[in-house]
Each structure stands twice: as C-alpha cells, then as structure tokens.
C-alpha cells in the first residue's frame, strides 16, 4: 500500500456535500486514514468567483500514480466537472499532493504537486493533518513550508 495525499476543493453548488460526496466515491480505491478540517478559502488566480471550500486527506492505495490520476479524473467527470480553463469555479478538483516519496515530472502528472508550495489552501489543511510530512524534493517539512511562505490566499475555518 502506497500513501497519498489529495486536496478537495470545491466553489459551486453544495460545496460541502461536494466535498463529503468525493471522499465517498475516493474510498472505492483508497483506504481513506485521516481528513481535515474544511477551510474557506478566497479563489486563487480568477477572483471573481465564489469562494472555496478546501480539505486535504491522506489515503493508502495500491493504485499505481498513473492509476490514481485516471481514477480521480473519473470522479471528477462523474461529478459533474467540467474542464473550463485553470483557476475557474468548479464542483469538484480534486489534486494528488504526495505519493509515497515518489517525485514524478510528466507532461500528464506532476508529484509532489508542483503548486503546493504557494496555496495556503492546501497547506492549511495539509499541516492539520501531517506537519511533519517531508517534502521529497525540498527536504522540507511541511510546517515548515508553511512557515516560510508569503503572499498567500486568506484561509479561514469554515463554519458551515
């Protein structure tokens, strides 16, 4: 078993049953070992959108990475996404962060995800759930990144 950590995200519709909705349909190919808070967050690149509702979980799958991107892209389109340009408003996303340590740079997937470093919205959660997570190619862990960023996107524990 392999463990991965995914961030959920989403701005349209039931936002919240959104979210409970894809860790159902995750837990057909994941083992599903711990969740964070929701957070409330302001939209990142296109701001004239509603705002989001974020949570990072971690997982065990014996999925291999390339099986795991398909199997989340399938939820997603399951769901209702549909794929309109990068930054808009969504039901649904639903991004790998970590797999094992593993780093992977194809034109199709990219692990550790190469943004993370600059959203507080997964970096919130992601530090609620596994501070002392080490980034495989920073050699940082993730509070510390956390720590040392600038400039994010306001986070705000959702009240829902």
Same mark, same amino acid.
């Given at each position: 078993?392999?463990?991965?950590? %995914?961030?959920?995200?989403?701005? %349209?519709?039931?936002?919240?049953?959104?979210?409970?909705?894809?860790?159902?349909?995750?837990?057909?190919?994941?083992?599903?070992?711990?969740?964070?808070?929701?957070?409330?967050?302001?939209?990142?690149?296109?701001?004239?959108?509603?705002?989001?509702?974020?949570?990072?979980?971690?997982?065990?799958?014996?999925?291999?990475?390339?099986?795991?991107?398909?199997?989340?892209?399938? &939820?997603?389109?399951?769901?209702?996404?549909?794929?309109?340009?990068?930054?808009?408003?969504?039901?649904?996303?639903?991004?790998?962060?970590?797999?094992?340590?593993?780093?992977?740079?194809?034109?199709?997937?990219?692990?550790?995800?190469?943004?993370?470093?600059?959203?507080?919205?997964?970096?919130?959660?992601?530090?609620?759930?596994?501070?002392?997570?080490?980034?495989?190619?920073?050699?940082?862990?993730?509070?510390? &990144?956390?720590?040392?960023?600038?400039?994010?996107?306001?986070?705000?524990?959702?009240?829902?």
């Amino acid at each position: 078993m392999c463990r991965v950590y %995914l961030s959920l995200g989403s701005n %349209l519709g039931q936002r919240a049953k959104n979210l409970a909705q894809a860790l159902c349909m995750l837990e057909d190919e994941l083992r599903i070992v711990q969740v964070s808070s929701i957070y409330e967050t302001e939209p990142v690149g296109v701001r004239e959108q509603p705002w989001f509702l974020n949570l990072v979980c971690a997982g065990e799958t014996e999925l291999s990475p390339q099986e795991l991107l398909a199997f989340i892209q399938g &939820i997603e389109g399951k769901m209702g996404r549909v794929r309109e340009g990068r930054f808009g408003p969504r039901l649904i996303d639903i991004d790998i962060l970590f797999y094992d340590d593993l780093v992977i740079r194809t034109p199709s997937l990219e692990i550790p995800h190469p943004r993370l470093t600059e959203r507080a919205f997964v970096l919130v959660p992601l530090v609620e759930i596994a501070p002392d997570l080490l980034h495989p190619v920073l050699k940082l862990t993730v509070r510390e &990144i956390l720590e040392k960023a600038e400039g994010l996107e306001e986070v705000r524990p959702y009240q829902g």
